[in-house]
């Protein structure tokens, strides 16, 4: 208990050292950030496939953790994939790669079996981690991008026995319909309401310490297919307040990077509704929609009515 209060008190006083860096005492204000900049940040990273999308962020992990000497670990919990043979092997490669250019990094790689399930897996990369210990876990996607602030921000945010991070993701729109197209090479930190939107019914990424997982009970392993455990965890969550509270803020340098929705038809109803709806929300901005409406609207009215001929009668 006194451990925990402590630590609310101590990110308290680096959220206010940060904003306002005259009020507390400098010598004060910089231990207080020193022991909060080095708490172990663990990051759990389930994978099936996606080995563009893993060498990006890969790169990312490598330019904010590793060049940057930031108190971090990550593993990979790695599933094959029935469209890309070569997954596992390409991925791992990436990895040995970085754990030769970086002898002291702690990467590791838990195999996954059967089909991909990512409450499975998020599971299975948890299981790693002692709950009697102080272990951050940072459970994260692998179309993610992020910044060394996205880093304080996990620290700050997640209170070991008080606080779970919900973070609130930026995530990015179809490029295609961006005023500079697909075939540019894209910022994915800028901001504004034609780029992307704010994921706020989001959860998929948390940050929450060990213990306080397993008091939920964790993710609901018996959930597969696309998407769900994630909204599962943080009700879990939010029926446990008067333990555990949840936080939520906007993090605009931690991205979700545009990628197509594939949705199972297969899929139970919540799910494959949930699943539609997220694709429905990543084709662009509501003025960038209506316009394209606008200047295609002979051939929507057209389809429309062919549509509507198509339709069994009722």
Known sequence: MQSSLKEVFESGLMKIGEVFPGVLNPLETRKSLSKIRDKVINFILPLAGRFDAFQRFMTVYEDVCLQDDQKTTLTVVLYPSLTEKSNISSSINIIQKLQMKYPLAKISVIPGSGSFARAVALELGASKYDDKMDNLLFFVDVDMVFTSRTLNRIRINTIKGKQAYFPIVFSEFDPNFSNKGASIVRNHFIV???????????YGIVSVY??????????????????????????????????????????????????????????????????????????????????????????????????KHQEPPS
């Open 192 to 202: 504004d309401r034609d780029s992307g939107y704010w994921r706020q019914f989001g």
């Open 210 to 307: 060990k213990s306080d997982l397993k008091a939920t009970g964790g993710f609901d392993t018996g959930i597969h297919g696309w998407g769900k455990e994630d909204v599962d965890l943080f009700e879990k969550f939010v029926s446990m307040a008067a333990n555990v509270s949840v936080f939520r803020a906007v993090d605009p340098e931690l991205v979700h990077v545009f990628h197509i929705v594939e949705c199972d038809p297969k899929l139970d109803d919540v799910q494959l509704s949930m699943c539609k709806g997220s694709r429905a929300d990543t084709y662009g901005s509501v003025p960038q929609l209506a316009q394209y409406i606008y200047s295609h609207k002979d051939q929507i009215f057209e389809f429309a009515k062919y549509r």
